[in-house]
């Protein structure tokens, strides 16, 4: 091999290497920004897209409701605790007590459907509709919370503070319907 091909093959294969730091270089601050959107990325696009979900349900959210007993204070202290040490399991636990809440409520609104115990979870927010528990944007709400707790339920790694952020959402919901019970 002469110096000429020598060299001729040493461009060629940091011609792309080369490129992709000249563009990292030109464009840090546009990728400083973005990277601050993301808590942290794994393989696949979920787990980036998580915290990002969640934030945007934070404008579905009915607000965070006055809970007035003492027990709703220590289930929420309990939950809050919990996402501490495995947000994975606090977020689990908040989407169980906020289907029970639902289900509570519908069954205090007497429904002539069938009971809501026999109702699907997907089906849950269209009988709470027709109850006048809930408005269209907190079905949203509903669907999107149940939609990021089966990616948890798979195999997603939750941050403690996305779990402290579903657990607030999920709360203010609870609390929409216990209002309106």
């Known amino acids: ?12 294969s ?3 290497p080369v490129f992709a730091l000249i563009l990292a270089l030109l464009f840090r601050d546009q990728i400083l920004q973005f990277g601050s959107f993301i808590k942290k990325l794994r393989a696949g ?32 202290t309990f939950l809050t605790e919990l996402a501490e040490r495995h947000p994975r399991t606090a977020i689990l636990e908040a989407w169980t007590r906020l289907e029970r809440a639902a289900r509570a409520s ?44 089966r990616e948890v339920a798979r195999d997603l790694e939750p941050t403690k503070e996305a779990a402290r952020t579903y657990i607030e959402l999920s709360r203010s919901f609870q609390a929409q319907l216990d209002r309106a019970a």
């Not at 002469?2 to 093959?9: G, N």
């Not at 979900?53 to 607000?63: A, I, N, T």
């Open 106 to 149: 519908l069954s205090s609104q007497e429904s002539e459907d069938s009971g809501p115990g026999e109702v699907s979870a997907a089906r849950l927010p269209e009988l709470l509709v027709q109850a006048g528990l809930i408005e269209q944007p907190q079905v949203t709400l509903y669907h999107e919370l149940r939609r990021l707790r």
């Open 1 to 12: 091999m002469d110096w000429l091909t020598f060299i001729s093959s040493l461009v060629r």
């Open 45 to 76: 696009p979920i787990e980036a897209e998580f915290e990002h979900d969640l934030e945007q349900l934070r404008s579905l959210s009915p607000g965070r409701g006055d809970v007035v007993n003492a027990r709703a204070g220590e289930e929420e």
């Open 14 to 16: 940091l011609a792309w």
